[in-house]
């Protein structure tokens, strides 16, 4: 590394004030989600607003607009390099919408995600109608500011998984769909109807609270640089390296929320707690996209979490801590339970093999709105058709339906393909890390830590300093593929429901 | 109101960037206190860094300046006139001060905490003696910065107790000192002993906070608008008014440490979340010192927790969730042993009756380092000595000596006093409260409202608006009077000791 010159050494500066922003702003968030007493949330949030509106000032200052030109061509440093790479693209992508527009959109979010809450438990879509129209048009309009090749949903792709097109996804999600709902027809005409009673006996929190511990501990969950606490809506979230929290809800009627929960969270948890500590106090220092981070936490989830073989051997760990009843259950009619198959309204609590085909249904529809091929009032007559469609059932109200999800609320479009491209990543880093790795020889051994170095080595230390279809393409030497999920669904579906 | 003029906007907005600050500053110092994990306080301490770098620019900002100027004798609204008066105060005392002088002091402040608490484990003085002496010396010369009418000390004690000088104290400290020699001798000398080993016995945790809560919800601390966590040093923090959150640590053998240490931050936290809410946002957000806010913790504390009327009308509320042993002990044995009377080394672990004594020693001390009257090299003899005089005995190292407290190696000179200050405006409150309240009365009766209203009215409702002697004379018609601190021990321990 070249002597880092005065320039650079007041950019590195600038960045970690930003980053003690970031991170006061998100101990904030935390503090918000799990602690505060509801009192005091109204003037938090002035707090927070105002942090982040000081963060944004900076990332699109003048002083932020003379570092980038200046260090653009000239620095040797490749931390320094990145950095400002990344900077260039939080300025740019910031500087393209007008200030008062940027701000219009800022309230209009944070009022349309109440509007939405309420419309939600009243179910009632067309109190919500009016704020998704702006929403949608303030997306369409700021997709045009950013610009883009082929299709204007692609700009919003790219705030979640850069490289992703349209394209890509009209070509792989068809051929998922089909075979997933092949698969689905075949499970369906089985005679084999697994037993799920047992998932609903009273568990008690503490109980699965200390199994989950012992998890996290053989996953390697760092707890001298993380905690784990209660929340509505669980969440990782990174405050620094070094102190990347998790949270979890338990419902104790059914033990799988916080269980598969905390596994999932982890599995974030985990990546961000092994970015290379160089990245500290840089924007480099996180996970490169959404679709990378949910490869890390469904892998965990789904390729561990549901696994046979870590059923086989942690069923006996497991009944240390759950109720009697489960004494009375074999190891083999547990996994089929927790592996049932079954077409369901909610998204986030469907199985691993219908779970995809949520994701095309909100796909389809909001590139079909950004599109401007269909209208924010055709929404929920669209939405209950395309789940018979591609799940064989209509959500008996909106709230079950078109309403279920927060992310259109705050204006997130282009976030849903994120949760289905980082499925396959993951199937294609499990099918990659079997070929050096016996996998389920790991997982029966109780000690994690090679699957986790292994994901760290090629994913995890790098942080932004790879783009996510660079990691996809240096572990796997493909781009995405759909047919390792494919194949991996098929397996594991048939063996269970024997086909 | 008059309407507010453009610059008083202007004004109000600054301010309340300020308070955002430090309102993220307060809740990273809550958390490193109560919740971060180990691994990420190195990078946390950097942000709290920046962040109150932030805050003091802008109170010493030209920015703050020119609206002082403005708006010193121009605006007509009181809340502007207190918050510029406010501002002036912070902004002078920070102007006064070198730039380069400061930076200096702060770096040494927290690397001297850090060599202190290695000195304090090693009861090594001499490691710390070189820090102290650089502390003495940069307090002398703030002292000198900042100005004094008679006694340099009185600068430092400005910091924390506005309008208390070393004349008052000279004054009323030996003549409560003579008192509190005088009712020791008498107790040492009586035949009453009080059994005090029921308060060692094993006390589960969570038995101990159950019972706490029960007190807390009789005080009125709103857990609306607040929490109690577990700590190590237990404090009381305030984030905004509507949050004001409190911590303890519990000892399982001994009670007293938790149970008396609540009441004694909820008398802080019921100040500050009684505070007028139209305050906030504004530099007057907060207890108005030192001495005012320990009057409103020892209030609770001893003249509610270590009261007779208290513990007879509560004891059996106390056993529900007390250990089985404590069955066998009547009320007044229990009363007399939570109030046992003995000269102690550590000053957080003093009875109610030597307390004050050890802020004498400290004081005197003090007094004499900043006067240059005495070297820090000969301070362990001179502690040791100044204990044998005013309390009987003679701490076996320095860890139960001199480096006991971390105030000094905090910098904190002139804090000490506001301990017994606040003692004595608890006792003349107190005492005032009574001519209109039947307060054993109103003790008896488990609801503490009407105490807490009147402390309210008179005290907490003003925050900064008043200051501390302002106060003290509104309320008790009076200035600092230790008679009725003396009258109150003197009546209490002669019951107990009966002499």
Redesign the interface.
Known sequence: MATITETEKDFMDFL??Q??LR??IS??QW?LRT??????V???S??VG??AQKLHQMQVSDKMKNFIDELKEQTSDQLIQKSVQECLEIYEKNQKIPENEFKEYVMLQSKSEAVWQDAREKANFSDFQPYLEKLVDFNKKFANYWGYEENIYDALLHNFEPGVTVKTLDEVFPKVRKSLTELLQKIQDSSVKPDTSILTTHFPKKDQKNFSIEILNRMGY??????LDDTIHPFEIT?????VRITTRYDEQDFRMAVFGIIHEAGHALYEQNIDKKL?GTPLASGTSMGIHESQSLFWENFLGRNKVFWESHYDLFKKYAPIEFDKVSVVDFYQAVNEVKPSFIRIEADELTYPLHIMVRYELEKALINGDIEVKELPHLWNEKMVEYLGIKPPTDREGVLQDIHWAGGDFGYFPSYALGYMYAAQFKHKMSETLDVDGIIQSGDFSKIRNWLTENIHQYGKLKKPLDILKDVTGEGLNPDYLVEYLTTKYRNIYQF
């Open positions: 970690k004030e980053n003690a991170e006061a101990l904030i503090d602690k505060i007493p509801k009192k005091g109204e003037q938090r002035e707090v105002y942090l760092d707890f001298d640089a993380g905690r405050l620094n390296l070094n102190d500290e």
